[in-house]
């Protein structure tokens, strides 16, 4: 009975050890990522960084990005002049002119400088005493460009100029031209006479700007912008100084 027993739990009992080694394992090789599944998710991985770093570029330059919309698509009206550009631009007319000692010359021998201009009678009332204020003031605003720039007054009769404005003549380039000369070159805005504008002429000897007539200090600042963003402009071919300063009436 013993015997039957043992062999009726062996017939029954779990595999001989040789038997259980010889199956096959069972390895779940649906759970590994195939090669073309890996490249694909190295794909969006990379994807996915270039997105981050174009995100982190485009948060670094949107306040550029923004200022140039903002300048040339929003606000375009920021980039108009206050002086009033002319076009065609005028040249300096072969011209004779007399300095204030007497000395003979010629307007064209200005060239050379940026030329800020008026057109006053040599009695020199209230508005030609304001401009000659603010085209002073207006130099000296500029700083180290200064040099680049000249104040000019043109003086269209033989009137005498009055003996206490001398002293604040020294800075300044004072010719005689007749007015018919003048005339001819430079213009008033439509309704306006000569004497009520301030006029830019540039170093090659263009008449090239007109201010607003009857300026004031109070409305000079944005004629002192015009003026520095064209020496800021003109910075790598304008240099201070001419040939020749006596040549100029000087």
């Known amino acids: 009975?013993?015997?039957?027993?043992?062999?009726?739990?062996?017939?029954?009992?779990?595999?001989?050890?040789?038997?259980?080694?010889?199956?096959?394992?069972?390895?779940?090789?649906?759970?590994?990522?195939?090669?073309?599944?890996?490249?694909?998710?190295?794909?969006?991985?990379?994807?996915r960084g270039r997105w981050k770093m174009i995100a982190v570029l485009l948060v670094c330059a949107a306040p550029v990005i923004a200022s140039y919309f903002m300048y040339y698509v929003v606000?375009?009206?920021?980039?108009?002049?206050?002086?009033?550009?002319?076009?065609?631009?005028?040249?300096?007319?072969?011209?004779?002119?007399?300095?204030?000692?007497?000395?003979?010359?010629?307007?064209?021998?200005?060239?050379?400088?940026?030329?800020?201009?008026?057109?006053?009678?040599g009695a020199c009332d209230e508005a030609c005493s304001r401009h000659?204020?603010?085209?002073?003031?207006?130099r000296e605003s500029l700083g180290k460009d200064k040099d680049?720039?000249?104040?000019v007054w043109l003086i269209p009769d033989d009137t005498p100029l009055p003996d206490q404005?001398?002293?604040?003549?020294?800075?300044?380039?004072?010719?005689?031209?007749?007015?018919?000369?003048?005339?001819?070159?430079?213009a008033p805005a439509s309704g306006h006479q000569l004497a009520?504008?301030?006029?830019?002429?540039?170093?090659?000897?263009n008449w090239m700007m007109r201010f607003p007539a009857n300026l004031t200090v109070a409305s000079a600042t944005p004629a002192k912008r015009d003026l520095e963003r064209l020496l800021r402009a003109s910075a790598s071919w304008d240099q201070p100084g001419r040939e020749s300063d006596a040549a100029a009436g000087k």
Not at 132 to 138: E, P
Not at 148 to 151: A, E, G, K, P, Y
Not at 165 to 186: D, E
Not at 196 to 205: K, N, Q, S
């Open 132 to 138: 000659l204020y603010l085209q002073h003031q207006l």
């Open 1 to 47: 009975m013993s015997g039957f027993k043992l062999l009726d739990d062996s017939s029954t009992g779990a595999a001989p050890e040789s038997q259980r080694s010889d199956r096959p394992l069972g390895l779940t090789v649906h759970s590994m990522p195939t090669p073309e599944q890996s490249m694909d998710a190295e794909a969006q991985r990379t994807v």
């Open 165 to 186: 404005l001398l002293p604040a003549l020294k800075s300044a380039t004072v010719l005689r031209v007749p007015m018919a000369g003048l005339s001819a070159w430079l």
């Open 148 to 151: 680049r720039v000249d104040w």
């Open 75 to 121: 606000r375009p009206e920021g980039r108009r002049n206050f002086g009033e550009l002319i076009d065609p631009q005028r040249p300096l007319p072969d011209q004779a002119s007399v300095s204030l000692g007497g000395q003979q010359g010629n307007l064209k021998a200005l060239r050379g400088q940026w030329l800020l201009m008026s057109v006053a009678g």
């Open 196 to 205: 009520e504008h301030l006029y830019l002429v540039d170093p090659m000897g």
